[in-house]
């Protein structure tokens, strides 16, 4: 019985990590969409992929049921599968907020300020922690959780810069306004996926130890 537990145990995680690498793929076409332009073909992708994230969450609430009903795990084993419930809610978001962020980029396709503001760099940041809160958890890697954490702060960083400087601009009296506006809302959206790979940290955090850590 226990290696049939390990087993499905396995395929949690293998299903884990395709997950993640499916929001890791709409942020990264988000953002790319954002910052070379319109092309319609990979904003159908980055909402197909929302739409993938959304079955591939229903597919794993499925797999951790029938480990719960059925193997009857013991506490940790117990910790790890209800972490992966909450952390499949995290990652659904996830995709949503990126289709999100193509619903903006249309809107700032000539904008040379988003290259000033430095929103790739802050996409990268935040692709970074969302790839290594997945893989802390398959790896079951407590630092790497812990780094995510401390990532946040700089993700915030980057969108108090962006905030900061887009309200001086803005109260210049520039005509660009609605443009700043724009470029802000998708750094908030990165921002809350920087939030959202944070809380899937702290549950990597919690199936390991058994509580939430402070920063």
Known sequence: MRNKFNQQLDNLNEQMIKMGKLCEQAIAAAI???????????KQEVFETDSEIDRKEREIEGICMKLLLRQQPVAKDLRTISSALKMISDMERIGDQAADIVELAGYITDSTMKYVL????????????????????????????????????????????????????????????????????????LE???????????WVEYSILGAHVDK
């Open 192 to 202: 809350r996926i920087g939030d959202h790979a944070t809380n899937i940290a702290g």
């Open 118 to 189: 430095h929103l790739n760099d802050m996409a990268n940041e935040v692709i970074l922690m969302v790839t290594k809160s997945i893989d802390s958890f398959v790896n079951h890697d407590l630092d790497m959780a812990k780094s995510v954490i401390l990532s946040d702060d700089i993700v915030d960083n980057y969108f108090d810069d962006i905030k900061r400087k887009s309200i001086h601009m803005i109260a210049q009296g520039t005509d660009d306004g609605e443009e700043f506006i724009d470029i802000l809302m998708i750094a908030k959206y």
């Open 32 to 42: 790319k969409l954002t910052m070379d332009g319109e092309d319609e073909d990979l």
